[in-house]
């Protein structure tokens, strides 16, 4: 999908292998004061670089395991220079909430057990709500150039990937979870509706949901 602005030209397409690196620093960057992986990941300001491990260790794995199942790794690019990226796994893959063996060895190793494990629980608590959508979409990751914010290419991001949607006839929607009001009305901005409220660690957030049919 190529996106026409009135000064620039932004292209929505598969990552190229060569811009995985790229790609887990912006998640990195977008990531780093989740309100939801902070008490996780066990944060806080005498342990930050600790923390700041295990997210990389997180962000690594999970991308690795993306890219092996050939899940949607989206990006937005300008001037061939990646600049947002988005992580869609589809509902019917393989890429259920136990992952492989190898995945959560390498993750218990570097994040730690009991992290690992409220990861894996959160996931199949999302699954579990979003039973009644059948094969749908879920947005895992979305980050954006922290250089470009405000500048709407993550709202260009977000709409190319309406044709990942439309273009699979068996989709029935896409599903986001966010911890923040503002991302919220980011979503709802774009035709996500409240679907149901979750608590993880003591953090709400809301599970959101655009059917097929609107995108």
């Not at 999970?62 to 050939?70: M, V």
Request: hydrophobic share 40%.
């Amino acid at each position: 999908m190529t996106v026409e602005t009135e000064n620039e030209t932004f292209r929505v397409q598969y990552i190229a292998a060569e811009d995985i690196s790229i790609a887990a620093s912006l998640i990195y960057q977008a990531y780093h004061d989740d309100p939801l992986l902070q008490p996780m990941l066990n944060y806080s300001e005498a342990n930050k670089a600790v923390y700041e491990k295990k997210l990389r260790a997180l962000i690594r794995e999970e991308l690795s395991t993306f890219w092996q199942e050939k899940q949607p790794l989206i990006g937005l690019y300008k001037n061939d220079r990646l600049k947002a990226v988005a992580c869609v796994f589809e509902s019917s893959s393989q890429l259920q909430a136990q992952r492989y063996w190898h995945w959560r060895l390498k993750l218990m190793l570097s994040a730690g057990y009991l992290q690992t494990n409220q990861l894996i629980e959160k996931e199949q608590t999302i699954r579990n709500a979003l039973a009644a959508q059948g094969n749908y979409y879920f947005l895992a990751f979305i980050a954006v150039d922290p250089h470009f914010h405000g500048e709407g290419l993550g709202r260009h991001l977000l709409r190319g990937l309406n044709d990942l949607v439309s273009g699979n006839p068996a989709a029935s929607g896409m599903a986001v979870f966010v911890t923040q009001d503002k991302h919220t009305a980011f979503f709802a901005s774009e035709g996500f509706v409240h679907l149901q409220q979750l608590t993880f660690n003591n953090v709400q957030g809301e599970l959101l949901f655009k059917s097929a049919q609107q995108h």
